[in-house]
């Protein structure tokens, strides 16, 4: 599953540097002008950021819990998107794909990996 990030975003971009799949745009148009999906309704006003689904793995293989959500200084601003439920395998493949000269941990996945 990608996470999401909530309308509480108050867009400081602590958390843009912290994902290690380059999934967070700070507008909804810079993620589709590349190509991604962002979900429905998400970042419409252009001014929350947005985690496009086709990038984000949870930061699964990589650390023990999501960095936009260790660095975001709201409380419940990166959260499980709950339209995009995925399984720990379904992550770990991604961030494989995604980051083919970086090793991934198979241990490395926190407690709210649905599936």
Same mark, same amino acid.
């Given at each position: 599953?990608?996470?999401?990030?909530?309308?509480?975003?108050?867009?400081?971009?602590?958390?843009?540097?912290?994902?290690?799949?380059?999934? $967070?745009? #700070?507008?909804?148009?810079?993620?589709? &002008?590349?190509?991604?999906?962002? /979900?429905?309704?998400?970042?419409?006003?252009?001014?929350?950021?947005?985690?496009?689904? #086709?990038? %984000?793995? &949870?930061?699964?293989?990589?650390?023990? #819990? *999501?960095? %936009?959500?260790?660095?975001?200084?709201? /409380?419940?601003?990166?959260? *499980?998107? *709950?339209?995009?439920? #995925?399984?720990?395998?379904?992550?770990?493949?991604?961030?494989?794909?995604?980051?083919?000269?970086?090793? $991934?941990?198979?241990?490395?996945?926190?407690?709210?990996?649905?599936?």
């Amino acid at each position: 599953m990608a996470l999401l990030i909530s309308d509480k975003c108050i867009s400081c971009g602590a958390c843009l540097s912290e994902c290690p799949n380059s999934a $967070i745009f #700070e507008k909804r148009s810079d993620a589709e &002008e590349r190509g991604y999906h962002v /979900g429905d309704g998400q970042g419409m006003d252009n001014i929350v950021y947005v985690i496009t689904h #086709e990038r %984000c793995t &949870e930061c699964v293989g990589h650390f023990d #819990e *999501p960095q %936009c959500a260790a660095a975001c200084p709201i /409380g419940n601003c990166c959260i *499980p998107d *709950p339209g995009h439920p #995925e399984s720990k395998e379904v992550l770990l493949e991604r961030a494989e794909r995604l980051n083919p000269n970086k090793t $991934i941990h198979h241990d490395k996945v926190w407690q709210g990996v649905r599936g």
